[in-house]
């Protein structure tokens, strides 16, 4: 008997704090239908791009074999060279590991970086970062 009890005191409880989740629930969406309309701006506008000056020193890579399979290093730079050479994305990876794309000013690199591909060197320009992506735009090679 006592265990009837307190399956039904549970039942109860689980049904009052399930409730109380859809009140909670239905305000949010509330204050958040209220809150759209009032500023309509694009995706883009809301999170604002970071911006510095920055001199990276690290690897050239080809970055379609370096996210595709990891390639890098001096065993990889032959085939960085080829696919830089022939117009795919250009990366630089520091020394923390971190990669940035890589294009002059509004205008890709490819040809004067493909020499470089699987070689460390460093580069300056303005860094940006949008999405989880990092990108040094207006870069030139500083050595
Ligand atoms: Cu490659």
Redesign the pocket.
């Known amino acids: 008997m006592k265990t009837y009890w307190l399956a039904g005191l549970s039942i109860l409880a689980f049904s009052a704090v399930s409730q109380a989740h859809e009140e909670h629930a239905a305000a949010h969406t509330q204050a958040s239908s209220a809150a759209v309309p009032a500023v309509q701006q694009p995706a883009s506008a809301e999170v604002p791009a970071t911006q510095e000056q920055i001199t990276v020193k690290g690897e050239i890579l080809?970055l379609?074999?370096y996210l595709d399979h990891g390639?890098e290093g001096a065993g990889?730079a032959s085939?960085?060279q080829?696919?830089v050479e022939s117009g795919?994305p250009v990366g630089i990876k520091d020394e923390q590991g971190k990669v940035y794309l890589l294009i002059g000013e509004h205008k890709p690199l490819n040809k004067t970086l493909a020499p470089y591909a699987g070689k460390t060197i460093t580069v300056r320009g303005k860094a940006v970062s949008r999405a989880g992506i990092n990108m040094i735009a207006n870069a030139e090679v500083v050595e």
Do not use: E, F, S
């Open positions: 080809d379609a074999c390639g990889h085939c960085a080829t696919c795919l």
